[in-house]
């Protein structure tokens, strides 16, 4: 099953290796991987997609709590949350498919943030599924580069993770 | 306030830490600490003649003290030639620091000269490592080294020390920290009380338990906890490799050690089991055999300070992640004043079932009336020792007949490489022994494979005054593999013969130390008597045992608990 795993690190050197190390080690996966620095300045958040049986996903989540540097995590995948990741994508676009992209970026409320004569460069955020989605509806064809930021989550409700 | 240069501040350190001895080899990028070192006495530095010893040194000493063992190298191969031994104290968690010096900060990723990225290189294989920043941070960080590797599950922390963070000139004010702050740090103090309770109604409630406790015992300094508990429940016991001597292996309750070279008669309980409580072991490979049939009918107690070691490879009914001495203590109080008693009649039962398969088979091995058989070199040695000496091992055949022939009543006394298998181990780790505990006979029983991967420590134990006793099983053969390649491979020998063996005995003496060498059965007892009886030196015995012995029982591979060979042809 996929999860979202996000997890508070100390903003250290080192740390990120640690973590990242760790996936490798002990052959987890790694779907997507995002990190930042928070608002507290000594710590990161990271956010890591991955998919494991239950049994697998437990030993990430405890293999990850024994790394010194990990302050605090938490499977988002385990309650109500909200996942979003960012799309920049470029497009053929000349002649008729200049409209047709322009229709399909509305209609998965996308912006065209960049233009030339011949090129749309579109930036698009939601979950990976609808990215999968655009990319389909527009076809790979017209598809010349794709950057993808990694899903980035957080709970809905109250629930915060925080010190 | 004082001002002390880096150096001096790692130095002064140690000291404030209890640091008695620091095992190591100086070299460019350490040469400000080594001149600390110099000046001052009360941290005594041992010189190896290669790293790795320095780390399996240390491993000796932690295994057998409780205490971390402290390790100071150079930057580049001295810190790279750390690392197996670094792996084999993860692998069994072993408490240790590793001080390694690193090129000035301004040349790291210069590609300099001794550079390694030992942060980087160690990382799979330490508990934690550190590197320092600045100079100021020396005491905090050397303290945090100590307390991450000492606390929780041990390990070892590995501490990259660029050569600028000590040099002389620049001096800073010292004060060594009391207390560490580590806010995502938090190894368990105490047991769950509800999961604790629920676990002695378990025990209490079953009619065919079993106790296996692991290394973990050792480490947590639980032995007599544990043997109260257990003689207050009156339940079979058996032990890991790593938990030998955690309970004494001569008393009636205890079935010898598990998994696949362990007994008969522990094997066969484990497989049979109702219930089985497992205390700071980790369930591994060498125990379990194939988990899918791991014993079918037991529900599962698992005590352990890692909760990642819970339901790892086992799933446990009863986790309870906390320190194996606590736990037990509670567990204990708890059983006292429980109303509820073990049902006599099925323990009754359950023993007399336990006692027929003892019966059955025991450890046994056919003996010879002219060839030495390993097994029997064991046996003399523990009724030579009254059982009381620290034995290390090297890893092979020999290591599985000094596991099972050699009765440890006491822990922290069977001193091998149980997780990661480490050849090379035995000399180094004897010396640590030994260099701690001068008025104790130290054995390192090992193989004539194993030895010489180590054996340029034998001008260390020269220079040191190290009288151990080297027991070389020497069987003109890399034993377990060969013993493999008979029961896998058609007995076809793929280089694990070793030709052109040197002249042991000349060896030894070459290094200033004695040699015997034993060929005859018949002077096998006097002569191992006259090598104790040489209390200050360093004796290399060289013992000709039966070339083609083989390690029994034997779990067969991808079986389940009960599935072994207890010979070269009887398989149950």
Known sequence: MRRIISVLLENEPGALSRVVGLFSQRNYNIETLTVAPTEDETLSRLTVTTTGSDKVIEQITKQLNKLIEVVK?????????????????????????????KRTVDIFRGQIVDVTSSVYTVQLAGDSEKLDGFIQAVGTSGVLEVVRSGVSGIARGEKVLSL | MELLSGADMLIRSLQDEGIEYIYGYPGGAALHIYDALFRQDK???????????????????????????TVLVTSGPGATNTITGIATAFMDSIPMVVLCGQVASTLIGEDAFQETDMIGVSRPVVKHNLSVRHPEEIPEVIRKAYYIAATGRPGPVVVDIPKDMTTPNERYEYAYPKKVKLRSYNPA?????????????????ARRPVIYAGGGVVLGKASDQLTELVRKLGYPITNTLMGIGCYPASDKQH????????????????????????????????VTNATEKFCPGARIIHVDIDPASISK?????????????AVLKEMLSLVKESKQKPDADAIAAWWKQIEEWRAFHGMRYETSDDVIKPQEVIEILHRLTNGEAFVTSDVGQHQMFAAQYYKFDKPNRWINSGG?????????????????????????ITGEGS?????????????YNLPVKIINLNNQALGMVKQWQDMNYESRHSQSYMESLPDFIKLAESYGHKGVRIEKKAELESKLKEVLAMKDELVFVDIYVDRFEHVYPMQVARGSMKDMWLSKTERV
């Open chain 1, 73 to 101: 995590l938490v499977d988002l995948t385990e309650g109500a949350h909200i996942e979003r990741e960012l799309m920049l994508i470029k497009l053929k676009a000349t002649g008729s498919q200049r409209a047709e992209i």
């Open chain 2, 43 to 69: 941290v005594k530095h041992i010189l190896v003649r290669h790293e790795q010893a320095a780390v399996h040194m240390a491993d000796g000493y932690a295994r057998a003290t409780g205490k971390p063992g």
């Open chain 2, 189 to 205: 103090i105490r047991g769950h009380a509800g999961q604790i309770k629920k676990a002695v109604d378990m025990l209490l409630a």
């Open chain 2, 255 to 286: 079935l010898g050690w598990l998994g696949m070279h362990g007994t008969y008669e522990a094997n066969m309980a484990m497989h049979h089991a109702d219930l089985i409580l497992a205390i700071g072991a980790r369930f591994d490979d060498r």
């Open chain 2, 313 to 325: 490879t086992v799933e446990a009914d009863v986790p309870i992640v906390g320190p194996v001495d």
């Open chain 2, 420 to 444: 990661l298998g480490t050849m090379g181990f035995g000399l180094p780790a004897a010396m640590g022994v030994k260099l701690t505990h001068p008025d104790d006979e130290v054995l390192c």
């Open chain 2, 451 to 463: 030895i010489q991967m180590n054996i340029q420590e034998l001008s260390t134990c020269k220079q």
